[in-house]
C-alpha cells in the first residue's frame, strides 16, 4: 500500500523567501508528525497533529514557521522568510492514533530545503 | 539540552560480527523507546522498540536492551551483515506528550564483508 509521500523531494530557495512543502500521511492515519534533520544532527520533533484537536507546536523554532493539516488528511509546512539555518531535511510521519498505547510512526522520504 | 543521546557517531564491524549501540537518557518521563534505521535519501524506518515496563525485547537478528535505572538502552545485532550498513537512531516517546520523539544523533554503522 502507499506510504508516506511529500513534495517536493527537493527545493533550493533565496534567503528572504517563503517555502510550502507537503505531506500526505497513510490513509486512515490520524497523528502526523513534522520532523527536521540539519546536516549532522539527529531528527528534531516541529509540530503534531492528532485529530481535531489542537496541534502541538512545541518543536517549531521560530514564528517564521508554521502547519496546517486540512480535512485530517494533508498537512503543509510553511517557512517564511527563510534563513540558511533553516537549510535541513524536513520528515513528515504519521501512525494510527497516538492515545495510550505507542503506535509506529512511518517516515516519508523527507523534503531536502537548500537556502542561499 | 539533549535528552537522548548517541556518543558513537560511527561504528565499523566485520561482517558476522555481533554490532552494539548505546543509547542514553535523561527524561524520566520516556516509556517507549525505539530504534529507527536510516538509508541515505530515505526516511527512518522503524526496526525495534521497547517499552519501559521491559528489560529486553529480542526480533531475529536485533535485541534491544533497557536499563531504566542507568537510563541507558542498547542495540545488538548478530550476525552483522553488509546490509545493515546505514544510520541507526535511538528514540524515545512519553504517553503524557502524544508519543511525539526524541531522537538522538544517530550512529553510522558500517557492515565489512
Known amino acids: 500500500g502507499a506510504g508516506v509521500s511529500q513534495s517536493p523531494s527537493n527545493k533550493v530557495t533565496e534567503k528572504g523567501k517563503d517555502v510550502e512543502l507537503r505531506c500526505d500521511p497513510i490513509?486512515?492515519?490520524?497523528?502526523l508528525y513534522w520532523y527536521r534533520q540539519s546536516l549532522g544532527q539527529g531528527l528534531e520533533f516541529l509540530i503534531y497533529?492528532?485529530?481535531?484537536?489542537?496541534?502541538?507546536k512545541s518543536g517549531l523554532p521560530s514564528d517564521r514557521f508554521s502547519a496546517e493539516r486540512t480535512g485530517g488528511s494533508v498537512s503543509t509546512l510553511t517557512i517564511q522568510r527563510t534563513q540558511q539555518e533553516d537549510s535541513a531535511v524536513y520528515l513528515c510521519?504519521?501512525?494510527?492514533?497516538?492515545?495510550?498505547?505507542?503506535?509506529?510512526?512511518?517516515f516519508g522520504p523527507g523534503t531536502r530545503l537548500t537556502v542561499l | 539540552d539533549q535528552q537522548v543521546k548517541q556518543n558513537s557517531p560511527s561504528l565499523s564491524v566485520q561482517e558476522g560480527r555481533i554490532s552494539i549501540l548505546n543509547c542514553d537518557y535523561t527524561?524520566?518521563?520516556?516509556?517507549?523507546f525505539l530504534w529507527y534505521k536510516k538509508y541515505p535519501a530515505e526516511g527512518p524506518t522503524f526496526l525495534i522498540s521497547?517499552?519501559?515496563?521491559?528489560d529486553k525485547n529480542e526480533d531475529g537478528r536485533f535485541t534491544v536492551f533497557l536499563n531504566k535505572s542507568a537510563k541507558h538502552l542498547s542495540l545488538h545485532i548478530v550476525p552483522s551483515q553488509p546490509g545493515d550498513s546505514a544510520v541507526y537512531f535511538c528514540?524515545?516517546?512519553?504517553?503524557?506528550?502524544?508519543?511525539?520523539?526524541?531522537f538522538g544523533g544517530g550512529t553510522r554503522v558500517l557492515v565489512k564483508p
Open positions: 527524561n524520566s518521563m520516556f516509556d517507549y
Open positions: 521497547i517499552s519501559s515496563i521491559k
Open positions: 497533529f492528532q485529530g481535531n484537536s489542537a496541534p502541538d
Open positions: 510521519a504519521s501512525s494510527l492514533a497516538a492515545r495510550g498505547a505507542y503506535n509506529e510512526q512511518f
Open positions: 490513509s486512515g492515519h490520524t497523528a
Open positions: 528514540a524515545a516517546s512519553a504517553k503524557t506528550a502524544g508519543n511525539k520523539l526524541t
